[in-house]
């Protein structure tokens, strides 16, 4: 009879786990520097097409 499903689950990945190739903590400092800019810069442009949209959409509605 086979390994039950749920232990050859676990088992499995266990041993996937342990061939990965972690980053260092200089490379994960790094990249999350990254990704945090990367989600600041695009805050900073989404709010400033928010802002574009509504001062445009105000401007029709007082011109109408």
Do not use: H
């Not at 490379?27 to 949209?53: H, N």
């Amino acid at each position: 009879m086979s390994q039950n499903k749920i232990v050859q689950y676990f088992t499995d990945s266990y041993q996937e786990l342990r061939r990965v190739t972690w980053p260092t903590k200089n490379q994960a400092v790094r990249l999350t520097a990254i990704v945090l800019g990367f989600c600041l810069f695009m805050a900073a442009v989404i709010g400033l097409l928010d802002f574009l949209f509504n001062s445009g959409y105000k401007y029709l509605i007082m011109i109408s």
